[in-house]
């Protein structure tokens, strides 16, 4: 009778983990010239990034419909979930979290928390994992869903881009951010604030946009003695392990858990090829 924990697609959490913390997962839809596949089932996030580079297609995301929540759910209700925490990425982003609150209210507001971890990734990773630990010690309702929402207060999220194109282009940050971060052909490097994506720092490299990644994740971790760490990439295992290694020697003993996982569909929808990712999330008490 413990209380379900729902996330989507976007969290990116490598897939052992959500099975093993019991998380359900529903998926954001990506459309390609028009044709609907869903994140982490039918497209692949390569797939994605050589529709936008060579073949020019039209990409565009869409959320999960309020019944496909619905229906998830009354099928976890109805196998003896006490309750469902259902946390999900920044309002700020996407209309997945008002999708969630509709159909929550339309399956018992009473039975159903919804969560917007004001962030994507694993800063919507850690965020679900808190809660479904929660959750795993018999938290009720109100305990899991405080436990994702702490969670989402302590978690910082930094990524770069090769160009801001293609979040101007998805309304993901503005006309002017992108011309101020593409001016003299610097390299921008972003953070999620406040639900939205601002533009952080910019520098000269790939290769200094990786070590700026590495100092803002120890700016974040703060004197916190325990932290996790995360690292998205696209196509770049390479470059991920090397940002790994800088941020183990920084952080030392410091550093709990660490996590790499290839960014999805979604999110390289809107940012495009080139992302690399870092997000700290400070353990609670710690």
């Known amino acids: 009778m413990s209380v379900a924990v729902v996330t989507d697609s976007t969290a990116y959490l490598p897939a052992d983990l959500a099975q093993r913390h019991h998380l359900t997962v529903v ?18 996030p390569t797939e994605v990034a050589h529709a936008l580079t060579v073949r020019r297609s039209t990409v565009s995301t869409s959320r999960p419909a ?37 159909a929550a209210r339309q399956t018992g507001p009473d039975r159903v928390a919804v969560v917007d971890s004001g962030s994507t990734g694993m800063g919507l990773g850690f965020p679900a994992l808190a809660a479904a630990t929660v959750a795993a010690t018999g938290g009720d309702l109100a305990e899991v869903s405080a436990a994702a929402t702490a969670a989402a207060a302590r978690t910082r999220t ?15 940050i ?21 639900g939205h994506i601002v533009l952080r720092d910019k520098v000269r490299t790939a290769a200094r946009a990786l070590a700026k990644l590495v100092d803002l994740a120890c700016l974040a971790a ?3 003695s325990r932290v996790d760490v995360a690292v998205h990439h ?6 991920a ?18 996590h790499v996982a290839q960014i999805g569909a979604v999110v390289t929808a809107h940012a495009g090829p080139g992302l690399l990712s870092v997000v700290v999330h400070r353990q609670a008490g710690f």
């Not at 006309?175 to 610097?186: H, I, P």
């Open 174 to 194: 503005t006309a002017a951010s992108a011309l101020l971060g593409t001016a003299l052909a610097v390299k921008p490097i972003l953070r999620v604030q406040d």
């Open 66 to 102: 309020p019944e496909q929540f619905a229906e998830t759910y009354r099928r976890l209700l109805g196998a003896g979930s006490s309750g469902v925490v259902s946390v999900h990425l920044s309002a700020g982003l996407s209309g997945t979290v008002a999708a969630a609150e509709l």
């Open 241 to 258: 392990a090397a940002l790994c290694a800088e941020l183990t020697s920084r952080l030392g003993d410091r550093l709990q858990d660490v």
């Open 27 to 44: 998926p954001l839809t990506v459309l390609v010239d028009g044709v609907e596949r869903r994140e982490g089932l039918d497209l692949t």
């Open 222 to 224: 703060g004197d916190a």
């Open 158 to 172: 930094f990524f770069y881009v090769d160009t801001l194109e293609h979040l101007r282009r998805g309304g993901r």
């Open 234 to 239: 696209l196509d770049d295992p390479d470059r």
